[in-house]
């Protein structure tokens, strides 16, 4: 099933053991295959984003798409 990008700003972006860290406020796609390049992502107000093992600024972190193990209603990370 095809999914439009706008269709999942601002869901919930949960890492591997469930817990959200955030919602989506971006996304970047590899254009020549189609594939979700680059994630970014607004994290909660109780997690410090330089903690993280991501790129950010401020409380916004870049996630690379190899990170993203599904999208559902949720978008789940493998990490």
Do not use: C, Q, W, Y
């Amino acid at each position: 099933m095809a999914i439009f990008g706008r269709e999942i700003l601002g869901n919930s972006v949960v890492d591997r053991t469930g817990a959200v860290m955030g919602s989506l406020v971006d996304l970047s796609f590899d254009l020549n295959t189609g594939l979700i390049s680059e994630l970014l992502v607004e994290v909660n107000a109780s997690i410090n984003a330089s903690a993280l093992p991501f790129e950010h600024t401020g409380n916004t972190v870049k996630i690379p798409g190899t990170a993203v193990a599904r999208i559902a209603e949720n978008i789940h990370l493998n990490v």
